[in-house]
């Protein structure tokens, strides 16, 4: 089967093949079953049976599996429609045989139960419920009407109506109890397998950011040394007669220099954890002033803040959540942006910032990746890291990031984060 573009899609097909050939070989299983068991009650035990139809209904299943085995191995998809249908030939097939050998009194009529467990197991609750349900009408119908068995003498028995409606209610009773509790735990397992698959996914996004952070620190280390070496030589450049007529373009250079640093110093950002060092005790409207404004200094004009922060909560903050902002601001200029507004809100004891911007918006292949490294609509190297790393940082603080396109054109990028994961302890 070839690798689709939603991986989740392609686990939910391949998972489906597989559920059909165990039904396939499931199948086969029970027409041997029917086989023998035909010939043994009419040459064995010399019972009358209309023997042509039942090995025609025999001989149908029959293809039906073949047919379902070479659809497989062709490479086809299945998925809980075909499945259920399956189920339904199945369930016609054993109606029919049931038909012809004595309705409900034929001994074998309460194996019904093992099409609605298998049902209940492979289908969805809805299908599981439905082939319930034609199980449990098919029964009562096959008490009224049927082909009466005709027993030799010292085989027969009468059973009577009483006997049969209570058989009936017990075949209901316990396909329901069976599809109840098999549907609930077969959704308690696909619950906890994706549970799992989620805490894998975060141990792989975590052990790449610590890669990531190891990366940095060693790039920081080996830039360190010859930014600071440049900075010393333009202090001294600065007092030298010959360069001392035009200050201006050594405090360019030292400007450029000092952001080097400054950069140099954010790159341990990279590692997504919220670090103990360079922190600011501060209140949330002053740091989001400070960071827009600095942020606007670049960009005049596109950024408005609206803040509805009453009374406004003191804050410890570092670099990582200025960088966060930054980053899904620089996103939303680089979408081609003409306005840009963020709004912060606190309710019940969360913080709600949304940036919202008119830009080209998040391609709708990109919404279902949001969170995960290097899924960008940016054609340059290292694109795609600043939401992954925003959604990790906040995952750590408690919080969550939301990503969805505005309703006409543009973007809106919201972040929650718990005000009391940046509440400083009290002194």
Excluded at 311 to 326: H, K
Aim: with cysteine; aromatic share 6%; charged share 15%.
């Amino acid at each position: 089967m070839p690798f689709p573009a939603d991986p989740a899609r392609y686990s939910a097909a391949l998972a489906g093949g597989r559920n059909m050939l165990l039904l396939s070989h499931l199948r086969l299983v029970a027409l041997l079953g029917q086989l023998v068991t035909i010939l043994v009650v009419r040459f064995g035990l010399n019972i009358s049976l209309p023997l042509g139809p039942m090995i025609a209904v025999v001989a149908a299943l029959a293809g039906l599996n073949i047919w379902s085995l070479v659809f497989l191995a062709r490479g086809g998809t299945v998925t809980n429609r075909g499945l259920f249908l399956a189920l339904l030939v199945d369930f016609a097939a054993l109606t029919a045989q049931f038909y012809m050998s004595g309705g409900a009194t034929n001994p074998f009529a309460p194996i019904g139960l093992l099409q609605i467990v298998i049902g209940a197991v492979l289908l969805e609750a809805w299908s599981s419920w439905v082939l319930l349900v034609l199980h449990s009408i098919a029964f009562g119908l096959l008490s009224l009407y049927h082909r009466p068995l005709a027993l030799p003498e010292g085989y027969a028995s009468a059973i009577s109506p009483v006997q049969l409606f209570a058989s009936w209610v017990n075949f209901v009773l316990v396909a329901v109890l069976l599809v109840f509790f098999v549907t609930r735990i077969s959704r308690n397992l696909r619950q906890r397998d994706a549970s799992i698959a989620r805490m894998q996914q975060q141990a792989a996004e975590e052990d790449h950011i610590v890669r990531m952070g190891l990366l940095a620190s060693g790039a920081a280390h080996e830039l360190g040394t010859p930014l600071s070496s440049l900075s010393v030589i333009l202090g001294d450049w600065r007092k030298q007669p010959a360069l001392a007529a035009d200050p201006e373009e050594i405090a360019e250079m030292q400007a450029a220099v000092a952001r080097c640093k400054d950069i140099v110093g954010g790159i341990l950002y990279a590692a997504g954890e919220a670090r103990g060092e360079d922190l600011e005790r501060t209140t949330l409207r002053h740091f989001l002033v400070a960071v827009t404004t600095t942020w606007s200094a670049q960009r005049p004009g596109l950024l408005t803040l609206d803040d509805k922060l009453d009374p406004d909560p003191e804050v410890v903050v570092d670099r990582t959540l200025a960088q966060i902002l930054t980053n899904i601001l620089e996103n939303a200029a680089e979408a081609e942006a003409s306005r840009i507004e963020m709004n912060v809100r606190i309710s019940e004891g969360i913080i709600d910032l949304t940036v919202t911007d008119d830009g080209v918006g998040f391609p709708p292949a990109m919404l279902e990746t949001i969170g995960q490294p290097y899924r960008s609509s940016k054609d340059r190297r290292g694109a795609g890291l600043g939401l992954f790393l925003a959604v990790n940082v906040l995952r750590k603080l408690g919080g969550t990031v939301a990503v969805r396109n505005g309703a006409v054109r543009g973007a809106v990028v919201t972040l929650m984060v718990p005000l009391a994961a940046l509440t400083p302890e009290p002194s």
